[in-house]
């Protein structure tokens, strides 16, 4: 095992320009098996690992796809195009709320930051009356309270649905509840920055 660990550590930091890091971690698994230093059974045995790596995986691609086709940009575009006539306020306040909602779309924070924040960023930057360094600080503030929303909005979240700990409807209900919390302390505090 500490020779298996060690070759995956040298995988990584060495082998870096020539293996990506998740082909070092398969062959390095592959390998455990090999030896027989851990069993089929125990890897297969852990559901809810398999469980979180499904959901993650399969969205993480999603939302990949879904920046790459254009499909974010087309919804930052057609959604915030009706809020050219509403005062800067009402128009930020807006943004703000739809940034918090599209990451229902995306299964990790950084694909949401990296898809979305720039069209909103630009689109609230661009509307005289919105101070774009506040705003900018208002939507990254978004980004830790958007966590809890749903069963793959972070990392960590899908780890905290597969314990088991809370049924499916439990996870969504509470996420919902405390996502509209969550938004609406986010909306007054843009009230006092803004």
Known sequence: MAALALLALAGWVAGRDM???TTVALLVVGLMLLTGVVRCEDILGHVAAWNVLVWF?????????????????WVARNATAPLAGL???????????????????????TAHVAAVLPVVLATGAAIPGIDAARFAALLCY???????????ATGPAPVYYGSGFLSRRQFWGLGLAFGIVFLMALLALAVVVL
């Open 57 to 73: 995986a399969t969205l993480v691609a999603l939302a990949d796809g879904l920046a790459r086709v254009g499909f974010v940009a």
């Open 19 to 21: 293996l990506d890091a």
């Open 87 to 109: 005062p800067p306020l009402g128009a930020a306040l807006l943004l703000l709320s739809l940034f918090f909602a599209v990451h229902y779309l995306f299964a990790s924070i």
């Open 142 to 152: 978004s980004l830790g309270l958007m966590g809890v929303i749903s069963p793959y």
